[in-house]
């Protein structure tokens, strides 16, 4: 039986943030997020987040995530103290507890599969992560002998300068035999450097204490600051771009494209230089989206193009093409076979299919039938001031260059508007409106002549 427990009480003060640390973005997913998603394949019995500063914060950003359990920490007095705070709640727990901090994210399941093996078939009372690393400046020392069982973990501000050269550091990611650790919480004691109850201290009284090192020293990064979030941005978007590329999606020129990790892609997509993919969002297969352009939260059919464009909240059909420089937000959905072309704003908006929107237009709280061609600059007026107004146009009717549709405005099936039409009545099925001053000629016109 094994129960989780993720260590997101802490401020996060090199962060200089607002915002609690454990809640910065990384992929389109807080960090706490990223950790809880990395333990999802060991099918913990119970899953526990430690909150604490700005809690409520944290636990709204949760709530949503199945069986999670808080656990307040009201005082921010170390790692250890944090997991003090679990001996009420787990009085009656028996198995082993994996203890995660909330700022190491980019974990993955095997290694922690190969952790909790390792700790279970040695039977030991504690088993740590660690990892040689290249630069381990702020990390926990960790010292063992040759059969990899724990001498000590040191923290480097507690280290001596000798100590330091070590680079085998702490990941902060510990399996515990839960029995065991309950009885050694209680002996904490704050008397180090920064007057705080370390975790690290809980293992050092524990014995035996294996340590796994993970083969990756990438993924046991930790984020204390900026930098570090910048890092490890950079690891996870190497690992997501690898992804794709070896499932058969081109990317061209990886390295000015980003790819949350909550995104998904159809073989034989081309995504080109400069493109973001955010969000919950698809691609179909045969798709081509960029260069330049923006897609979050929305799907984009198969073989569909996207070009210079920004797209957001949206349903794009099948053999759509869309841009360059077209805006479509807030549930606009194309049909198969459409184009949104130059300059065009959809919000709010249906196009059936085959429907053709391909200049300078605005098209806000409006549908339309299939087959519809809306005329350049086709402005439809949707806002009196306080509320929006929809616009409905039928099958098979076009729109000249110029109009405007003053909403709420239904046109029929096969209507035609002419060009620099402002229509503020309904027209019906298989009529021409035109709304506009007729031209007058006086032949022979001199200016100042009367
Ligand atoms: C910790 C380890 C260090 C390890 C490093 C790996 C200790 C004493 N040190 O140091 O050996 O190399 O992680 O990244 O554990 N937190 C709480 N309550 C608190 C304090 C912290 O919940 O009272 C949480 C934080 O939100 C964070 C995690 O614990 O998610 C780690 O805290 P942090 O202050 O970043 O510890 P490090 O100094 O990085
Ligand atoms: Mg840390």
Redo the contacts with the bound molecule.
Sequence with gaps: MVAIA?????????MKSAL???LHSLGGRT??EQVLRGCVELQPERQLA????QGDRVRNALEHWPNIEFVE?T????????VQQLLPHLADFSGDLLVL????PLLRPSTLQKLLHTHQQNKNAATILTARIPDPL?????FCDDKMLLKE?I??RDCTDAQRQNNR?????YCFSWPKLQEVLPKLQSN?D?Q??????AVNFLSPVMVVDAEDYQE?????DRLQLAEAYDILQTRIKNQWMTAGVTLIDPASITIDDSVEIGSNAIIEPQTHLRGNTTIGSGARIGPGSLIENSSIGENSTVLYSVVSDTQVGTDVKVGPYAHLRQQAVVGDNCRVGNFVELKKTTLGKDTNVAHLSYLGDATTGEQVNIGAGTITANYDGARKHQTVIGNKTKTGSNTVLVAPLTLGDNVTVAAGSTLTEDVESDALAIARARQVVKPGWKLGAS
């Design positions: 993720i260590l997101a009480a802490g401020k996060g003060t090199r609690p640390k454990v960090l706490v430690i909150i604490g500063y920490q005082q921010q007095l170390g790692t250890g103290h944090a901090n909330g700022d190491v702020g990390y926990g020392r960790v973990i923290e480097h550091v702490n990941a902060g990611i180090n920064q705080e109850y370390y975790i690290t201290d046991i990064l930790g984020i204390n």
